[in-house]
């Protein structure tokens, strides 16, 4: 967020909804900001999407309040939101041409006709569809009528433009280039979309702040890079990205530094201010480690603050990456290590014996 | 021994075929053979060919008064139960309600129920009601009959179409009554169509029903059964039973094509929607 003070668009407090006995989500409570890009993330049957419907006027809470733009919306149906979908399966209608697509919610505000064709080319041009205003909706392919979708929301001007899964139904080629022109929209409107998925490396390259639900509650909301570097429990950390779990036990802490004895790794201290707040030290029991925070020392290789020693049981080779999986002393599995395959670096074989580098400060703690 | 069964099967399957296209189409082609032979008595050889049959229905006045009961029974019925129709097909595929699937086969049940037995309950009920037999009457008992049919048609129709559609129409800012007109009439337009045609081809057709319930003004079908007992006014017969053929054929194409037509533009294969005719 470039913003200094970041005003808050939408309150979520305490949104709860029950289905039958069945409680699709428990008491959600977030703030999301204008102007951001806001992912709801988590596997399906999670709830991201109940609550992107309960933001849209579909859903009605069974408790709690829903604030937009300051306004209670309890009480306010869906078409006197000051928000725009784009569906899941773009909800593109079959029977209207793509200009009248995208001129369908003008033509309710009841816009005089000249000024509806301009807004409505404008949105096209906006989304690289310009002049197609008048093909069917059924000659258009997967990512045009995506497209479509989203002029036909922006086109709106609404506060907040929520996207339902938009790219799920695109093959990976496409849907990595939607997700840059997407997000590249947003920072140009400068309008807060709020995108449910259930794909994070989608929510990771996407958002500024990202909540990870999981049973109907928030697990987590953080941007990005600190729910990679700091999960907050084992779920999320093995949810987001790989991670290499280890058993630990905390020693104590002392000046500043935190004692922790990891079988696999040996004993090391790392910074206290590393230690999340509220985390009970007699309760870790194991931490974690990304693949890229492991690093096997080739001859060359720069030094790194910790060393062990690991044997290489296989790898697997993608390019411009190599994962190895290395058996450490003292840990029953093997642990996944990420090399980046830079120029006259060999790939070390199976069997080989390897030193393992890595950081204190690379560890997240776990109970 | 396989490809001797296979080559029967197949030789056999041929005969069949043709057999039964024979015994079900050759009675339909001996009617405008007949309408258009120019003798009195139905038999072969033909002796000729006449139009007169069609000029003698043309002036035949008791006929144009059943022409235009059928024309109003027709109607009235295709109307009717192609809004109930609508209604029941429409809960059907959106709302979930106890006893759901009950309830629709006992809608459909009158598909399958003889008509005789329908129509004397239904002479029945009218006469406990002490209302009077009238073209009302018929318009009532075919409404009954013509119903299932445009629930078979209409649900295809309201069952394909997608809910986030409507969604999507009411998040653009729509109310419910304009997305009623604006997405979802258009799109169940071609059942609604196809609905009609053919609900309006059964109640013209239909004889059992009409003949029970109908008063002193009789249908089509009434009318040409009552002429039947004279031998004389049979080639007439012929040739309106020639008509009445022409018509529900072309009303059944009509239908059809309308309906495909519609998928096609949506961009579904139509066999997918589920045809009827």
Same mark, same amino acid.
């Given at each position: 967020m470039a913003s200094p003070s970041p005003q808050p668009i939408i309150d979520l407090a305490g949104v709860t909804k029950n289905f039958g006995t069945f409680q699709a989500l428990k008491g959600i409570d977030a703030t999301i900001n204008e102007g951001e890009f806001f992912s709801l993330l988590g596997? &399906?049957?999670?709830?991201k999407t109940t609550l992107l419907r309960m933001i849209a006027g579909f859903e009605t809470p069974t408790d709690g309040t829903i604030m937009i733009g300051g306004q209670?919306?309890?009480?306010?149906p869906a078409n006197r939101r000051p928000t725009n979908m784009v569906f899941?399966?773009?909800?593109?209608?079959?029977?209207?041409s793509v200009a009248e697509n995208v001129g369908y919610g003008l033509k309710t505000r009841k816009l005089p006709k000249a000024e509806i064709a301009r807004e409505v080319e404008q949105a096209l041009q906006m989304v690289d569809l310009g002049g197609l205003g008048s093909r069917a909706a059924h000659e258009l392919s997967g990512g045009q009528r995506q497209r479509v979708a989203l002029a036909r929301a922006l086109v709106m001007k609404p506060k907040v433009v929520l996207l339902d899964?938009?790219? &799920?139904?695109?093959?990976k080629k496409l849907r990595d280039q939607m997700q840059v022109e997407l997000r590249q929209l947003q920072q140009k409107l400068g309008i807060t979309f709020i995108l449910v998925t259930h794909d994070q490396e989608e929510a990771l390259t996407m958002s500024d702040r990202i909540a990870v639900m999981f049973d109907g509650r928030i697990a987590q909301l953080a941007t990005p890079e600190e729910l990679y570097r700091r999960p907050a429990d084992k779920r999320i950390a093995s949810f987001i990205g790989v991670m290499n779990f280890l058993d630990a036990k905390a020693m104590g802490g002392m000046n500043g530094h935190l004692a922790l004895d990891i079988p696999a790794l040996g004993n090391i201290e790392m910074p206290s201010s590393l230690v999340p707040e509220?985390?009970?030290?007699?309760?870790?029991d194991t931490v974690g480690i990304r693949p890229e925070m492991l690093t096997i020392l080739f001859e060359g290789s720069e030094q790194t603050e910790q060393v062990t020693t690991g044997t290489v049981t296989s790898t697997a080779y993608y390019g411009d990456m190599t994962y190895y999986s290395v058996r450490l002393p003292g840990h029953g599995e093997d642990v996944t290590i990420s090399m980046r395959n830079t120029a006259g670096r060999s790939i070390a074989p199976a069997g080989s014996k390897v030193p393992v580098g890595w950081g204190a400060d690379s560890i997240v703690l776990f109970q | 021994m396989k490809s001797w069964l296979q080559l029967f099967s197949a030789k056999w399957l041929a005969v069949y075929a043709v057999a039964y296209m024979v015994f079900l189409y050759a009675p339909v082609i001996l009617l405008p053979m007949f309408a258009f032979n120019?003798?009195?008595?139905?038999?072969?050889p033909l002796s000729g060919f006449t139009s007169k049959w069609f000029g003698v229905l043309w002036e035949t006045e008791a006929l144009h008064g059943a022409v235009r009961n059928s024309l109003i029974v027709g109607l009235s019925s295709a109307v009717l139960s192609t809004m109930l129709g609508a209604c029941a097909a429409r809960a059907a595929a959106r709302y979930r309600f106890p006893l759901k699937r009950s309830m629709m086969s006992f809608i459909m049940l009158p598909l399958v129920l003889p008509e005789i037995i329908v129509a004397v309950a239904l002479l029945v009920l009218l006469m406990q009601l002490g209302m009077p037999l009238s073209l009302v009457t018929v318009v009532l008992g075919h409404v009954l009959i013509c119903t299932p049919f445009a629930i078979a048609i209409l649900n295809s129709a309201f069952q394909g179409l997608d809910l986030s559609l409507e969604e999507a129409s009411y998040d653009l800012g729509e109310s419910r009554w304009g997305t009623f007109r604006r997405i979802v009439l258009p799109l169940v337009m071609p059942g609604v169509v196809s609905s009609l045609l053919i609900t309006f081809t059964i109640s013209l057709d239909e004889f059992i029903i009409a003949f029970f319930l109908t008063g002193t003004e009789v249908t089509l079908p009434v009318y040409i059964w009552s002429q039947l007992r004279f031998p004389t006014k049979l080639p007439s017969v012929m040739a309106l039973g020639t008509i009445l053929l022409a018509l529900s054929v072309l009303l059944l194409i009509l239908a059809e094509w309308f309906r495909r037509r519609a998928a096609r533009k949506q961009g579904i294969e139509a066999s997918a929607t589920g045809g009827f005719a």
């Open positions: 596997p &399906s049957g999670c709830g209670d919306m309890a009480g306010v899941q399966s773009y909800a593109i209608f079959p029977h209207l899964e938009p790219l &799920s139904a695109l093959d509220g985390l009970d030290l007699q309760n870790i | 120019d003798a009195t008595v139905i038999s072969f």
